[in-house]
């Protein structure tokens, strides 16, 4: 009797792990936070890369139009394998393309520009990395996509072919 | 006066650096209890990614603002989810994970207490 009762324990205990097991393996341990918590962009103010004036995030995506934000820098080299595929969204007439200028020196960044072109509309310093943690950023290149001030879909590492389809659909 | 002067300079001095190091070590507890999201197993305290410089940036300008360290934990959870958090918050997620190490001691006491009995 007791033979059986601990078979009947030790199985059930050997299918609950190994269905947590065959659940979680499958599972994506890439994290990302969950979407839904807070999804309107934040409100702050940083220098813009030209003029070098501060300028007010509500002046910037103001309009009913489709927003690009672009994290990068001159030393990532992520960020120059997407650059041609950024340069190809830039004739797209309802998407406006922001760049956020990460951690970077005026130089360098400079050079990149003119060496690869620039998709900008606007360029936006940030020296420090705090506007990068207002966005909920990790790190460069991460791309968003904003409508109505509000993040449709955010884009962790560069961008590939597939993802520039997906934003093309979203402004179609 | 001139010592009165030199006095009053003292204080001053003195009593900033105290405001500034209650500052710090507000900043290092708060960012020991975040998880450095890019890095593997370190708290952002810990950490020198370029992420978690910044991080550490951040909650300083934000203990500067006035914030609580409840408002920074909030201000970040909104941005980044409670993962960032090394203490998760308790609610409906999270309650087997705050309960299952009590619930598995009451289960070895059960087991040890009906040995003990069976063995007197």
């Not at chain 1, 489709?66 to 990068?72: A, D, E």
């Not at chain 2, 006095?7 to 450095?36: D, G, M, P, V």
Request: with cysteine; aromatic share 16%; glycine share 4%.
């Amino acid at each position: 009797m007791t033979n059986k009762k601990t078979l009947i324990v030790i199985t059930s205990f050997f299918t609950f792990i190994f269905l947590i097991f065959f659940k979680g393996l499958n599972n994506s341990n890439t994290y990302k936070p969950s979407k839904s918590q807070n999804d309107t962009i934040p409100k702050f103010s940083a220098y813009s890369f030209y003029e070098k004036k501060i300028i007010n995030s509500e002046n910037i995506f103001n309009e009913k139009k489709f927003y690009l934000l672009n994290i990068w820098s001159s030393w990532c080299l992520p960020c120059r394998d997407e650059h041609p595929l950024i340069m190809s969204l830039k004739e797209n007439k309802k998407l406006e393309i922001i760049g956020l200028n990460y951690k970077d020196k005026n130089k360098n960044a400079k050079k990149f520009i003119d060496d690869l072109g620039n998709p900008y509309s606007r360029i936006l310093l940030d020296n420090d990395g705090t506007k990068a943690i207002e966005w909920g950023a990790y790190g460069v290149p991460e791309t968003f996509l904003i409508f109505d001030n509000k993040i449709i879909k955010k884009y962790i590492g560069p961008l590939n072919p597939e993802s520039v389809l997906e934003i093309k659909n979203y402004i179609k | 006066m001139k010592i009165l002067k030199i006095i009053i300079i003292f204080i001053i001095i003195f009593s900033s650096q105290n405001i500034k190091a209650e500052e710090k070590n507000l900043q290092n507890k708060i960012t020991k209890n975040l998880r450095c999201l890019i890095c593997q197993g370190q708290s952002v305290y810990d950490s020198d990614s370029e992420f978690a410089i910044s991080l550490k940036l951040v909650v300083q300008n934000k203990i500067n603002q006035g914030f609580s360290e409840k408002e920074i934990y909030n201000f970040l959870t909104d941005k980044y989810g409670e993962w960032i958090l090394y203490e998760p918050k308790f609610n409906k997620n999270t309650y087997i994970l705050w309960f299952l190490p009590l619930l598995i001691f009451l289960f070895g006491g059960a087991i040890v207490f009906k040995k003990f009995i069976k063995f007197k």
